[in-house]
C-alpha cells in the first residue's frame, strides 16, 4: 500500500501557519514578544494616583537629544532607591538638618560622665592627682541618679546641666563659706552618651558623644570609614524610633550640607551596602545579567558594553528599551541603537538602581529559533509517516 500523503501535507501547512503567524506576530510564537512599533507598555503597571497603587498602561519615551537635555534641566541630587524602609526616611528627612542655623549646643552632662571640680585657694577641697592617679580616678563621677557631691555644697543635680551651669551653681553655694570663690568645672571623660555605629564600616560598634558636636560623617570616620561595599548615598540614621535617610554622596557630589546631621545619644547610624543598586541587563547581550553600579553613576552604553554589548547575530539594534519602576510612576525608554551614533545618547542617559536594559531579537532570529523548536516534532511525523509495521505485513494500517 502506498504511503498517504497527508501527513506531509498537514506538516506543511503546519510550517506555513506558522511562518504566517511569525511574520504577524502571533503569541503562539514561543519565547519573549516583538517589542517594536509600540507607543505604551502592553503589560498594565502598578502607578500611584494620590494615596493608592492603580494599575495604568505607560508610555514609551524616546530617548532623543530632547529628552536628555530635559533630563539635565531637572537633574537633582539623587536621594533614597526603591525600598520601602529608604522611601519612609526620605519622606522624614526634613525632620532635621545637619546646617542648622545658630550656636552649636553645649555637652550636657549625664550619669556615668566624669568631671573635675577645681576651687583655686583651697586646695582641701581639690582631690590633687598625684602622679599615681589618672584625672579620671580623681574626677567626680555622677551618680546614677544624675547627682554628684561636692563639700560644702551638698548633693546637686547636674544631669542635663552644662559644666558652665554647674560651675554657676557651685559657685553660689560655696560663696557662703568662701570669700570671691574661684572655681572651675571640667570634662575629664565622656561616658554617658554614645551611638551607634553598624553596617558597612570598617570598625562598627559604639562611638562616645563628647562637647565636640558629632555629624554622622564623623561618626564614620570615626568608626573607620566606608567600605568598598557600602552605599554612600543610602545611610539610614535612626532616632527615638524614627528612621532618617541621609545621603553622603549628595554631600560629595552637590555640597549638600543638610545631608550631615548632627547625632544625638542613642541615634543608630546604619550604613547600607550597595547590592540593591543593580541594573539589569537582559535579551540579545554578549553576557546577560545584573551589573552593580559605582556609586550610582552609570550610563546606558556603560551597562552595554559591560554586559559585551549588543549581541551582533541575533540582536535588533533598533529596539533597546530601558524599563524604570523603582518610582511611583513606572517609565519606559526606548534608544534606535542602529547607527553607531546612538551611543552618544546611550552615553548621556544616566540609569537608577534596579533599571533593567532590554534588547530585542531580530526578526529573522526569532523565526529561526521557531523552526528549530519544530523540526523535531516535523521530521518525527515525517518518519511515522514512512513507517512500515510488520504485525500489518510490512504495510502501513488502514482505517
Known sequence: MNVS???????????????????????????????????????????????????????????????????????????GDGTSSAKVAEKNNPRFSGDQPGPVPEYRLGAGDIISII????????????????????GTVIAEDGTIFFPYAGVIKVAGKT????????????????????????MVAFRSQQVYVVGEV???????????PMTVLDAVNRAGGFTPDADYSRVLLTRRGTTYLVDIQAMYDYGAREQNALLEQGDIVNVADRSYNKVFVLGEVAKPGSLVMNKKRSTLAEALSDSGY???????????????????????????????????LADRFPLRPRDIIYVDTAPIVRWQRVIANMLPT??????????????????????
Open 119 to 138: 576651687v583655686w585657694d583651697h586646695p582641701e577641697l581639690t582631690i590633687p592627682a598625684g602622679s599615681f592617679r589618672t584625672a579620671e580616678q580623681a
Open 5 to 79: 500523503p497527508a501527513p506531509l501535507a498537514r506538516i506543511h501547512q503546519i510550517l506555513a501557519c506558522l511562518a504566517v503567524s511569525t511574520l504577524a506576530g502571533c503569541t503562539i510564537i514561543p519565547g519573549n514578544q516583538a517589542y517594536s512599533h509600540r507607543d505604551e507598555s502592553d503589560v498594565r503597571l502598578p502607578i500611584q494616583q494620590g494615596d493608592t497603587l492603580a494599575p495604568a498602561n505607560v508610555k514609551i519615551k524616546q530617548i532623543t537629544a530632547e529628552l536628555i537635555i530635559d533630563m539635565f534641566k531637572a537633574a537633582r541630587p539623587p536621594v
Open 163 to 186: 559644666t558652665s551651669e554647674v560651675r554657676s551653681i557651685l559657685s553660689t553655694k560655696l560663696a557662703k563659706y568662701i570669700e570671691k570663690v574661684q572655681l572651675d568645672v571640667r
Open 310 to 344: 549588543i549581541n551582533q547575530t541575533t540582536a535588533d539594534p533598533r529596539w533597546v528599551y530601558v524599563m524604570r519602576g523603582n518610582s511611583d510612576t513606572p517609565e519606559l525608554f526606548h534608544l534606535n541603537a542602529s547607527l553607531p551614533d546612538a551611543m552618544l
Open 202 to 212: 570598617a570598625k562598627p560598634g559604639i562611638q562616645q558623644v563628647t562637647d565636640i
Open 378 to 399: 516535523a521530521t518525527m511525523l515525517n518518519l511515522t509517516s514512512q513507517t512500515y509495521y510488520p504485525l500489518f505485513g510490512g504495510r502501513q494500517p488502514t482505517r
